[in-house]
């Protein structure tokens, strides 16, 4: 089991929010224990040599689902533009002189199927 020390209390949304603070050999060693806490909603503090550098905490994930579907319009869109200006740049060869060479295109392939 991994003990965890206890850093503050803060407020939060559902109440009185209690981090707490974990070495980085500590998560290694426990890293299935913390990320379960945390995923209970818990915030935890990571720590290297007693400094802290990182807090770990719970995602909202209605958040995060927008986020994605945010980004998945967007570049729908941007792939979607794309493709409606390379159709426009291609333009130029829909001309009636290039009619002859369709038709020079067309006939080995009518004679060939018979």
């Avoid at 935890?44 to 719970?58: H, N, Y």
Wanted: proline share 4%.
């Amino acid at each position: 089991m991994c003990s965890l020390d206890t850093v503050g209390e803060a407020p939060s949304r559902k109440g009185v929010l209690i981090m707490y603070s974990v070495g980085t050999r500590e998560l290694k060693q426990h890293t299935g224990e913390i990320v379960e806490r945390v995923r209970n909603g818990e915030r935890v503090i990571l720590t290297l040599r007693g400094e802290p550098v990182a807090v770990i905490s719970p995602l909202d994930r209605s958040a995060i689902e927008e986020a994605i579907e945010i980004d998945a319009r967007r570049a729908e869109r941007e792939s979607l533009g794309w493709l409606a200006m390379s159709e426009s740049s291609f333009s130029f060869w829909d001309n009636e002189e290039d009619k002859v060479w369709d038709d020079e295109a067309e006939e080995p392939v009518d004679r060939a199927r018979g």
